[in-house]
């Protein structure tokens, strides 16, 4: 079901970012240095996305393997990881091999590209892939309203154990058209705090809007989310493919 397209067309991108360093203890600490943090974007990813799609889609059907927030009919028990909504989360043997066979190579090759900033390590790459979860983001309007929290305050990092992050989108043409006008994901980088301890928002440097099959790979320590404005998903739910490693 994973099989990747053969000839991947990569963009390659950059944002810039100060450097921080978060602590065992959960503190963090800034540094004046600057640096440059590559994104790849990568359009057409799977062979057969519609069979991913509906894949999730029977799963939302079903409910057998959903969680949702503190607010829905399932109670989460962690594996949402403070998203908005609702999370596909298939752990079946069979799904993660498949996973694992088809698409842990291919993120081999693009993760030792020269554009990144990351050191790979092929042990860790492998180690992560071995454990992988079919997981999928879901999310709509009334879910979003629901959480009463401002779309900007889902950033996070998905470090420091992980040292790339991707996401694929599975929304058709259909649902939300061709010309890229939802933002998708935003990515920013680090404000530190004022000399009085009060708190700055990250600062937006770029979005990579949704299209039907895009994968988006980024460094899982840069200062991410899901552009959940409310109004954008009245329609349709937001589904997003999520992996770390």
Not at 98 to 124: G, R
Request: proline share 6%; net charge negative; hydrophobic share 35%.
């Amino acid at each position: 079901m994973f099989e990747i397209n053969p000839d991947l067309k990569v963009q390659v991108k950059k944002t810039t970012d100060i450097t921080w360093v978060s602590t065992e203890d959960g503190k963090v600490t800034f540094l004046p240095d600057k640096v440059e943090k590559t994104y790849f974007i990568i359009d057409d990813f799977y062979k057969n996305p519609d069979e991913i799609r509906e894949y999730t889609l029977k799963e939302l059907k079903d409910k057998t393997n959903v969680w949702t927030d503190k607010k829905g009919d399932r109670p989460d028990d962690g594996r949402l990881a403070g998203a908005i909504g609702r999370r596909v989360w298939d752990e079946s043997l069979e799904i993660m091999k498949d996973m694992e066979v088809q698409m842990a190579p291919v993120f081999e090759e693009l993760c030792k590209s020269k554009e990144w900033h990351i050191d790979f390590d092929e042990k860790h790459h492998y180690e992560k892939w071995s454990s992988m979860r079919f997981v999928i983001n879901v999310t709509n309007h009334e879910e979003v309203v629901r959480s009463e929290r401002p779309w900007y305050t889902v950033c996070h990092v998905d470090g420091p154990y992980n040292k790339w992050a991707s996401l694929v989108y599975l929304n058709t043409p259909e649902e939300y058209g061709e010309e890229e006008s939802i933002p998708g994901t935003g990515l920013y980088s680090v404000v530190p705090p004022n000399p009085d301890g009060s708190i700055n928002h990250p600062k937006l440097q770029a979005i990579v809007p949704v299209r039907y099959n895009r994968c988006m790979v980024y460094d899982a320590n840069q200062v991410h989310g899901a552009i959940l404005e409310p109004d954008l998903y009245h329609n349709y739910d937001r589904l997003t493919q999520i992996m770390f490693f």
